[in-house]
């Protein structure tokens, strides 16, 4: 399976983006799809993740704010974020669950995007 993150950009504080993930493959209604990212200077971390049942789970930093769906018949797997922050600024990336780890651990992931930038200005 390929994925493919798109929907970055450059956006003041307080504004919105709305991130896609797009995967190949006839079995993606079955994938949990993670979403993490980068910050400069900082290791990759959890974002939220979103199981094939469709409950979505979120980072306390993020809470409230993003909101993970999925669209089954279009392969895709979307993150709203709304109330942007400078610290929300980073390379965002969405990878399929490849283990029964914990899905907030890079390491569980697998079939990695190339990632999509997020800028948000002050």
């Known amino acids: 399976v390929q994925l493919q993150a798109s929907g970055g950009g450059l956006v003041q504080a307080g504004g919105s983006l709305r991130l896609s993930c797009a995967a190949s493959g006839s079995t993606f209604s079955s994938y949990t799809i993670g979403w993490f990212r980068r910050a400069p200077g900082k290791e990759r971390g959890f974002v939220s993740f979103?199981?094939?049942?469709?409950?979505?789970y979120y980072a306390d930093s993020v809470k409230g704010r993003f909101t993970l769906s999925r669209d089954n018949a279009q392969n895709t797997v979307y993150l709203q974020m709304n109330n942007l922050k400078p610290e929300d600024t980073a390379i965002y990336y969405c990878?399929?669950?490849?283990?029964?780890?914990?899905?907030?651990?890079?390491?569980?992931?697998?079939?990695w995007g190339q990632g999509t930038q997020v800028t948000v200005s002050s």
């Open positions: 990878a399929r669950r490849g283990s029964r780890d914990s899905p907030t651990r890079v390491s569980t992931y697998e079939n």
């Open positions: 979103i199981g094939s049942g469709g409950t979505a």
